[in-house]
């Protein structure tokens, strides 16, 4: 890459968290349901993914692929009926990724009790080109308190994710040095 290219991508103005902030409603039906009679947990982490991924998309200005999934919680069953409402927003950015905080909450879709928090994950997406290769991303700007602190506290899990990573390539070189795996 050329400096003049290098220049040109620093240059990408950045986003605030409220640019590609979303939400993503779906009532749960019979179909959406495990052995058990509860909605299973595979439709929500879809639900959460097509909501990380359309925040991504937005802030990236373009495609962006799921990279990982860390630390998807399921706090509360969710029933056949309830009306599922799946937030999402941009919590931080590096070059080429972003992290996408997702909360999950339900309702019941006849009364009008609040809303019940029963999931949360985070996503971390790469923003690709045309051709499958990872291209810049705007760096996105916290507004609010709260924004700093999911702001922070994503960089904490990238740290940690970079470090379980390394300490995983690491071992299993040694242990293929050892000749201990096939």
């Known amino acids: 890459m050329t400096d003049q290219a290098t220049a040109a991508e620093a240059d990408i103005p950045g986003k605030p968290t409220s ?3 979303t939400t993503l409603s779906h009532i749960m039906t ?3 349901t495990n052995l058990l009679g509860t909605v299973h947990g595979g439709v929500i982490m879809k639900l959460v993914d097509d909501a990380a991924g359309a925040v991504a998309g937005r802030h990236s200005g373009g495609p962006a692929v799921t990279a990982s999934m860390d630390e998807m919680a399921f706090l509360e069953p969710v029933r056949v009926g309830d009306l599922v409402h799946v937030k999402a927003q941009v919590n931080w950015t590096g070059r080429t990724s972003m992290e996408v905080g997702v909360r999950v909450l339900a309702e019941r879709w006849n009364e009008s009790t609040p809303a019940t928090q029963v999931g949360s994950a985070y ?4 923003a690709v080109d ?3 290769k990872p291209r810049r991303v705007p760096p996105v ?5 709260k924004d700093k602190r999911r702001y ?3 960089q904490i899990r990238r740290t940690h994710r970079l470090a ?3 300490e995983i390539m690491e071992l299993r070189e040694k242990r293929a040095a050892e000749g201990l795996d096939d």
Do not use: I, K
Request: aromatic share 4%.
């Open 30 to 32: 019979h179909n959406d």
């Open 164 to 166: 379980r990573r390394r």
């Open 152 to 154: 922070q506290e994503a």
């Open 123 to 126: 996503l971390v997406f790469a």
């Open 130 to 132: 045309a051709d499958g």
């Open 141 to 145: 700007l916290p507004e609010t308190e």
């Open 19 to 21: 640019a590609s902030r």
